[in-house]
């Protein structure tokens, strides 16, 4: 019995260090996003003045470097189009692959498996010549197609949790007369509610967070047009980090309020749709 409460007590004291050695970098960077110093400062852990002035700057005070309510609202459209975009896809390939039977299905699903082992940064120059050629780099809707084009390819999860939808529900359904895409959209999704909302976070995040894509594809230099994360990674600059650094870390806590807020209200479905996806495959 004591070596049990001895091994319980290590193992919470083990999460306990590396919860704490994890939020360091957080805490430091919410301290840091409050100092009335706008550059670096590495002499102490918490500032020695404190105030909001990098939020007002940021918010209220864009000038040619900062001009974070653009970088802002460009994020969240893109976001906001590849999410819908991006779900639809997952969704429509999850239920054609789990739900209907046609020749090549297998084959087609290994492909498809086989193609989202290779990173998708390994594209990349493939993907802005394509994109240079059609007259989309520098644009948002570029990116929009990007984010969006291959999302289907991640239909796994979802595939997964269709499976468990009961296959005497749809054939009542076709007996009844309905179409195949009645099937998928009167009766699967309303049964589906977790793994869209699971489905819908991660189309939402890729964009929301991504830099590689963005920066290679707007990479005119108008900093109007940029997303948060390649203007909040500009500020890093050596010319720039002295002046700009705690707006920085003010737009980096800012970037991190909208997807807290989604995760923590969209988190049972969240879960449920992880765990419901990893019944069958």
């Not at 082992?117 to 809707?141: C, D, E, Q, R």
């Not at 009167?186 to 977790?194: A, F």
Request: proline residues 4%; positive net charge.
């Amino acid at each position: 019995m004591k070596k049990k409460t001895l091994g319980v007590i290590t193992h919470n004291l083990l999460i306990a260090f590396l919860a704490i050695f994890w939020l360091i970098p957080i805490i430091w960077l919410l301290a840091t996003s409050f100092s009335t110093y706008p550059g670096m400062n590495t002499s102490t852990f918490f500032p020695a003045e404190w105030g909001i002035d990098a939020y007002k700057n940021l918010l209220f005070g864009a000038d040619t470097v900062a001009q974070f309510p653009n970088w802002f609202k460009n994020t969240f459209i893109i976001a906001c189009f590849s999410c819908v975009i991006s779900s639809m896809f997952v969704l429509m390939v999850a239920y054609a692959t789990s739900c209907m039977r046609f020749k090549m299905r297998k084959p087609l699903m290994n492909v498809a498996v086989i193609l989202n082992l290779f990173p998708g940064f390994l594209s990349m120059i493939a993907v802005y010549f394509i994109l240079k050629t059609l007259g989309l780099t520098n644009n948002h809707w570029g990116l929009v197609l990007v984010y969006s084009a291959s999302s289907g390819l991640g239909y796994l999860i979802a595939k997964g949790f269709l499976d468990t939808v009961p296959a005497s529900l749809r054939e009542a359904a076709y007996i009844d007369g309905a179409t195949e895409f009645q099937v998928f959209w009167k009766v699967v999704m309303p049964m589906s509610r977790p793994i869209i909302v699971y489905t819908v976070i991660n189309s939402f995040l890729a964009p929301w967070m991504d830099f590689v894509f963005a920066k290679i594809i707007l990479n005119a230099g108008i900093s109007d047009q940029w997303t948060v994360a390649i203007g909040l990674y500009n500020m890093l600059e050596r010319s720039l980090i002295n002046t700009y650094f705690t707006q920085f870390c003010a737009g980096g806590v800012l970037v991190s309020i909208p997807i807290s807020v989604l995760f923590v209200i969209m988190q049972k479905f969240y879960v449920e749709g992880i765990t419901g996806g990893a019944v069958k495959g």
